[in-house]
């Protein structure tokens, strides 16, 4: 593929555009609403007495836990065959056919059935979204140079925004207008609406499939000769592990990006649960919260972008990372719906611009090398281990403390822990030299 095609990266950016109607539509608004109006409070599920928003949490880290085990496998094939656009069509496909099921999800038979049943389809869901993202990410070096990744990247965050704000509005409609005409439709639209994501998601991805072409096949000899494809991607993991000994900005990036990181994702999985129990916020005022969010992240991306541009990523890296610690504690406080709205306000600003620096931050210190999805691949499973620990943490306080804003304390420490070690890291260390 040609460096800085244009063509080539508005086609990748689709994959955005195409994925994150999941990530709104199901991680962020519909289907948590729709799980805590089906779902009591307390519910047995295999012989255990479980607060349902805990449970939600932990099918959150359960599904995490698959991905990040998977990943260094999957990452190891597709750079030994050269098939990473296979992958990420397959776990693409799998997303979107989970997203539909979830139609089935509702509340009819025993409670235990039912919901085991919601959340296989949600850990599904999940696995299809992540397992896909670290294929589409390692694309980002192949396409785009050094100088272009912070712009590229923020446009794929922008990208993902603005569509799946256009799908989260069509559900929005059509779900308000139920409530205000009175169509009597129960259910029917929010389950609509998954399947809805499941279409649009597989749908849109195809004009990025059309476009990404498969990297050159690698030595297929060497894996023969083994023909052992899961310790090939642990080893894989090893490799990295210790040519990140060679790069320690690199590795200390990735260490604070663990913590910092666990943090951001946890907000994102569980800021609707927490409005919808602790502020007893309507449905409606929801979905407007998560809108609010999604278009003042689109401007959150662009802005830290640009200062990253003039200040460089340390200073970018940073200010994201204090407003989120200021969110989390700020969190803990909030006992109005005005006052929550102003804190997704916040929340939208940062949300876009630490996830879209953080990828491309790496990106531009990784070293000189083919082997981008391990490299990749490395980066997804200390992102995906970390919302594993931060879900889990984030349900066990909710569930032993008997609510859920003790557990936003929690996520504070994260932040704090991954600030300071970004501050261990020299600003000049993060300056890349642009090789033409």
């Not at 320690?248 to 994702?265: E, H, I, R």
């Not at 790496?362 to 997804?380: E, G, M, Q, R, V």
């Amino acid at each position: 593929m040609q460096l800085n095609d244009p063509k080539t990266i508005r086609a990748w950016t689709y994959y955005d555009w195409a994925n994150s109607a999941y990530s709104l539509v199901i991680t962020t608004a519909i289907f948590p609403l729709y799980y805590n109006s089906i779902v009591d409070n307390k519910i047995k599920l295999l012989g255990f007495e479980i607060v349902s928003e805990s449970l939600a949490s932990y099918s959150i880290s359960l599904s995490f836990l698959i991905i990040a085990i998977l990943s260094p496998i999957l990452s190891s094939i597709a750079d030994y065959r050269g098939n990473k656009r296979s992958f990420m069509q397959f776990f693409c496909y799998l997303g979107s056919a989970a997203c539909c099921a979830m139609y089935f999800f509702k509340r009819e038979g025993t409670q235990e059935a039912n919901v085991l049943y919601g959340l296989t389809c949600s850990v599904l869901a999940s696995i299809g979204y992540c397992g896909s993202i670290v294929f589409y990410n390692a694309y980002l070096p192949e396409i785009a140079g050094k100088e272009k990744q912070d712009t590229v990247s923020a446009k794929g965050f922008a990208m993902g925004y603005i569509g799946s704000v256009i799908l989260m509005l069509v559900c929005f409609a059509f779900i308000l207008l139920n409530d205000q005409l009175g169509w009597n439709l129960k259910d029917y639209p929010a389950r609509i609406s998954f399947v809805m994501v499941g279409i649009w998601w597989a749908g849109f991805a195809q004009i990025t499939f059309r476009k990404l072409k498969p990297p050159k096949k690698q030595n297929l000899q060497s894996t023969a000769i083994t023909g052992k494809v899961i310790s090939n991607g642990y080893r894989e993991l090893q490799k990295v592990w210790n040519e990140l000994q060679h790069y320690p900005t690199l590795k200390k990036y990735l260490l604070s990006f663990f913590f910092y990181n666990m943090g951001v994702q946890t907000v994102m999985y569980m800021a609707t649960y927490f409005a919808s129990k602790e502020l007893q916020m309507a449905a409606t005022q929801l979905l407007s919260v998560v809108l609010i969010i999604q278009v003042v992240a689109i401007g959150g991306a662009w802005l830290f972008a640009k200062i990253s541009e003039r200040l460089g990523n340390k200073i970018s890296l940073l200010s994201l990372v204090l407003i989120w610690i200021g969110i989390c504690f700020a969190a803990y406080f909030v006992r109005s719906v005005n006052q929550f709205y102003l804190l997704a306000f916040a929340v939208g600003m940062v949300m876009g611009g630490i996830q879209s620096m953080s990828r491309s931050t790496y990106s531009k210190l990784l070293p000189a090398t083919t082997d981008t999805a391990s490299y990749f691949s490395f980066y997804d499973v200390c992102d995906k281990t970390g919302i594993v620990i931060g879900t889990l943490s984030f349900g066990l306080i909710a569930q032993l403390m008997g609510g859920m804003r003790n557990s936003t304390l929690a996520l504070s420490c994260y932040f704090i822990i991954g600030l300071l070690l970004l501050l261990r890291i020299r600003k000049n260390e993060f300056e890349v030299k642009v090789t033409e």
